[in-house]
C-alpha cells in the first residue's frame, strides 16, 4: 500500500475556486486553463492506483468558501469507503473565533490538519501580503491550538522565510508541521539551491518538523529526475526518510507531469530501502491512517 500524502480534487459546480477560474492571469505554477476542469476522485483514482497508491490526503485549495470544500471532501470520503481519504482544510489561525471554527472542522471525520499559506511565490506574495502571518502573535496562538487539538499544520512557504517560521515554530512544538513542496525551493540556480539548502536546515533541525516531496514541478515545468536530485537528495538526508513522505500534487503538478512520469522520476530518485517510508510509513504516521 502506498499513500499520496498532498493531492487536490475539485468539483466545480459544487465549490467555487476563484483562483483557479480566472482567465488571462498568469500564476507561478504555470497557466491554469488545462486544469479549469473537474478533478474528481474516480480520475486521481484511476492514476494512482495503478502504482498501489490506495489512500491519500486533499489539501485545501483556495476554494471562496473553505467550509464548503471541507464539506464537500468529507462527502466525498464518505461515498468512497474503500478509498482512505483524510483532508487538511484552510482555518485562519488568527481568527477571533479560532476555537469554534475548529470545532466545527474536528466534526468533519476525515480531518486530519489545517493549511494556512505562508508563502507561494515571491512575485505574488509581495501583492498578497501572505508573509504578514509571521509578525502576527494571533498566528502562533493558533499554532499552539491546534498541538492542543492533535491536530496538524501543513506550511507551505518559501526558503527567505524558513528562519523567521523556525523560531516561531520552537514556540509550539506540540504541533507537528508537514512542510509542503519540500519548502518551495524557487530559485533552481546552483546558487540558490546551496541558499535553500542552508535555510531548510532551521525547519529540519525541528523534529516535529516532516517534508513533502511534493510540487518540484511548479516551478521548472521542463524538470527531470536529474535537475531535482540536489533537492531530494537534500532532503532525505536533512530529513531522513523517516520524516519525508510523497505527495504528488495533482492536477497542479499535471501541468509539468503525468502521474507516471511522476512516479518514474521518482523512482529514479529513491532508493528502494527507503521506498516504504516516503511512499507509505511516514504518511500513515504523520496523518492518522490505520496500518494494514
Not at 466525498?76 to 469554534?100: G, M
Not at 486530519?112 to 499559506?117: D, F, P
Not at 504528488?248 to 503538478?253: C, G, I
Given at each position: 500500500?502506498?499513500?499520496?500524502?498532498?493531492?487536490?480534487l475539485?468539483?466545480?459546480?459544487?465549490?467555487?475556486?476563484?483562483?483557479?477560474?480566472?482567465?488571462?492571469?498568469?500564476?507561478?505554477?504555470?497557466?491554469?486553463?488545462?486544469?479549469?476542469?473537474?478533478?474528481?476522485?474516480?480520475?486521481?483514482?484511476?492514476?494512482?492506483?495503478?502504482y498501489?497508491?490506495?489512500?491519500?490526503?486533499?489539501?485545501?485549495?483556495?476554494?471562496?468558501?473553505?467550509?464548503?470544500?471541507?464539506k464537500?471532501?468529507?462527502s466525498?470520503?464518505?461515498?468512497?469507503?474503500?478509498?482512505?481519504?483524510?483532508?487538511?482544510?484552510?482555518?485562519?489561525?488568527?481568527?477571533?473565533?479560532?476555537?469554534?471554527?475548529?470545532?466545527?472542522?474536528q466534526?468533519?471525520?476525515?480531518l486530519?490538519?489545517?493549511?494556512?499559506?505562508i508563502?507561494?511565490?515571491?512575485?505574488?506574495?509581495?501583492?498578497?501580503?501572505?508573509?504578514?502571518?509571521?509578525?502576527?502573535?494571533?498566528?502562533?496562538?493558533?499554532?499552539?491550538?491546534?498541538?492542543?487539538?492533535?491536530?496538524?499544520?501543513?506550511?507551505?512557504?518559501?526558503?527567505?522565510?524558513m528562519?523567521?517560521?523556525?523560531?516561531?515554530?520552537?514556540?509550539?512544538?506540540?504541533?507537528?508541521?508537514?512542510?509542503?513542496?519540500?519548502g518551495?525551493?524557487?530559485d533552481?540556480?546552483?546558487d540558490?539551491?546551496?541558499?535553500?539548502?542552508?535555510?531548510?536546515?532551521?525547519?529540519?533541525?525541528?523534529?516535529?518538523?516532516?517534508?513533502?516531496?511534493?510540487?518540484?514541478?511548479?516551478?521548472?515545468?521542463?524538470w527531470s529526475?536529474?535537475?531535482?536530485?540536489?533537492i531530494?537528495?537534500?532532503?532525505?538526508?536533512?530529513?531522513?526518510?523517516?520524516?519525508c513522505?510523497?505527495g504528488?500534487?495533482?492536477?497542479?503538478?499535471s501541468?509539468?507531469?503525468?502521474y507516471?512520469?511522476?512516479?518514474?522520476?521518482?523512482?529514479?530518485?529513491?532508493?528502494?530501502?527507503?521506498?516504504?517510508?516516503?511512499?507509505?510509513?511516514?504518511?500513515?504516521?504523520?496523518?492518522?491512517?490505520?496500518a494494514?
Open positions: 500500500m502506498r499513500i499520496d500524502a498532498h493531492h487536490h475539485w468539483d466545480l459546480n459544487a465549490v467555487h475556486y476563484p483562483w483557479l477560474m480566472e482567465s488571462g492571469t498568469p500564476r507561478f505554477f504555470g497557466d491554469p486553463t488545462p486544469i479549469q476542469r473537474d478533478y474528481l476522485l474516480p480520475q486521481f483514482r484511476k492514476d494512482a492506483e495503478a498501489d497508491f490506495k489512500a491519500s490526503v486533499h489539501i485545501q485549495v483556495g476554494a471562496a468558501d473553505p467550509w464548503a470544500e471541507a464537500w471532501v468529507q466525498v470520503a464518505d461515498q468512497h469507503p474503500d478509498w482512505p481519504l483524510a483532508q487538511v482544510a484552510y482555518c485562519d489561525l488568527t481568527s477571533d473565533d479560532l476555537p469554534d471554527q475548529l470545532d466545527r472542522l466534526s468533519l471525520p476525515s486530519r490538519g489545517v493549511r494556512q499559506i508563502g507561494r511565490s515571491p512575485g505574488e506574495d509581495a501583492k498578497s501580503g501572505t508573509n504578514d502571518l509571521l509578525e502576527n502573535p494571533k498566528f502562533l496562538a493558533g499554532l499552539r491550538e491546534l498541538g492542543e487539538r492533535g491536530l496538524s499544520f501543513d506550511l507551505q512557504l518559501l526558503p527567505e522565510l528562519e523567521q517560521t523556525a523560531r516561531i515554530l520552537e514556540r509550539a512544538p506540540r504541533t507537528k508541521i508537514a512542510l509542503c513542496h519540500a518551495s525551493p524557487h533552481r540556480s546552483e540558490g539551491l546551496d541558499a535553500w539548502a542552508i535555510a531548510l536546515e532551521n525547519l529540519s533541525s525541528m523534529p516535529q518538523v516532516f517534508c513533502k516531496l511534493s510540487g518540484l514541478g511548479m516551478f521548472d515545468h521542463d529526475a536529474d535537475n531535482v536530485r540536489p531530494v537528495e537534500t532532503c532525505l538526508s536533512q530529513f531522513d526518510p523517516e520524516r513522505m510523497f504528488s500534487n495533482f492536477p497542479v503538478d501541468l509539468s507531469s503525468t507516471a512520469e511522476l512516479i518514474s522520476r521518482y523512482t529514479a530518485l529513491v532508493p528502494d530501502t527507503q521506498w516504504e517510508d516516503i511512499f507509505y510509513r511516514t504518511s500513515a504516521g504523520f496523518y492518522g491512517f490505520v494494514e
